[in-house]
């Protein structure tokens, strides 16, 4: 069974930047397809990137299209997000997740494992 622990986030001003990192224990990252979810209060969950198991397909949420940069080092057994240009409505806490199985379409997969969240909060 897959562990995964998120870390990362802080407290960036408004055009700022972070890379939220997500490390893996218990097994290779290689096999599951891997995700970065975010929840900010009051708000429902949210996808916001995905990446497939090889790397070779990545997703992006229309609202960080171009800001935002998901990748993966499998033999480090690391997911990563790159977060640019940061918004205060990027307010939020970030989830990892990992599945064995794509959605339909792909990158809309169901998690079976969580990391805990890592907080990240923007201001203006």
Not at 76 to 92: C, F, G, I, R, W
């Amino acid at each position: 069974q897959v562990q995964l622990v998120g870390s990362g986030g802080g407290s960036v001003q408004s055009g700022g930047s972070l890379r939220l990192s997500c490390t893996a224990s218990g097994g290779s990252i290689s096999r599951y397809y891997m995700g970065w979810f975010r929840q900010a209060p009051g708000k429902e969950s949210e996808g916001v990137s995905s990446i497939m198991n090889t790397g070779s397909g990545t997703y992006y949420e229309d609202s960080v299209k171009g800001r935002f940069t998901i990748s993966r080092d499998n033999a480090k057994n690391v997911l990563y997000l790159q977060m640019n240009s940061l918004e205060p409505e990027d307010t939020a806490m970030y989830y990892c997740a990992a599945g064995v199985f794509g959605g339909s379409p792909w990158y809309r997969f169901r998690p079976n494992y969580w990391g805990q969240g890592t907080q990240v909060t923007v201001s203006s």
